[in-house]
T-cell receptor
């Protein structure tokens, strides 16, 4: 069983489009995250939800909107896509959302904006 | 925030022991040190976590000196499949939030035949 899953794995789209990435975890964790990894491998946290409540929102443009229908799911919707949004997006989960928690990552979604 | 510094890249040969050192000079009292491994086209994967002295599991060892200002991830007898990016993080296990997490760019380990 996959612990943290994301769909789609690849996403190629045109500038200006709106797209969504879905994430699900079956670990029973309370906290889920979205990270963005750029071409230089920097992995930067974007959002964190704990029990469906937004905890972290790190200077991300308003075009990015996370949604957590329940604590096992955290989706990421991106409006008006720009070239600079091209990156790999990782979903992750942890038990409590503390900085020292072990995080479990999904396989990533490679977004390419043309 | 406890910022970490790691070498950008390292090369090794199969069968050798590899040591990757991470500096975290302003580590806080409650911070734990965690290492993750990331293969190409995959998400990071937890390897090991420690607070002080030495921690060993089936994959690696983690050495942390008494002042805790650095830590060394030791991979015994590496194989080609250990080629990956290794990230060092520090974070509080008892309070604070993951906002404090900065993965940085990690250390690209390349194992050569």
């Amino acid at each position: 069983d996959t612990a943290v899953s994301q769909t789609p794995k690849y996403l190629v789209t045109q500038m200006g489009n709106d797209k969504s990435i879905k994430c699900e975890q079956n670990l029973g964790h309370d906290t889920m995250y979205w990270y963005k990894q750029d071409s230089k491998k920097f992995l930067k946290i974007m959002f964190s939800y704990n029990n469906k409540e937004l905890i972290i929102n790190e200077t991300v443009p308003n075009r990015f909107s996370p949604k957590s229908p329940d604590k096992a799911h955290l989706n990421l919707h991106i409006n008006s896509l720009e070239l600079g949004d091209s990156a790999v997006y990782f979903c992750a989960s942890s038990q409590d959302g503390l900085a020292g928690d072990t995080q479990y990552f999904g396989p990533g979604t490679r977004l390419t904006v043309l | 925030l406890a910022k970490t510094t790691q070498p950008i890249s390292m090369d090794s040969y199969e069968g050798q022991e590899v040591n990757i050192t991470c500096s975290h000079n302003n580590i806080a009292t409650n911070d734990y040190i965690t290492w993750y491994q990331q293969f190409p086209s995959q998400g990071p994967r937890f390897i090991i976590q420690g607070y002080k002295t030495k921690v060993t599991n089936e994959v690696a060892s983690l050495f942390i000196p008494a002042d805790r200002k650095s830590s060394t991830l030791s991979l015994p007898r590496v194989s080609l499949s250990d080629t990956a990016v290794y990230y060092c993080l520090v974070g509080d296990r008892y309070s604070g939030s993951a906002r404090q997490l900065t993965f940085g760019s990690g250390t690209q380990l390349t194992v050569l035949p």
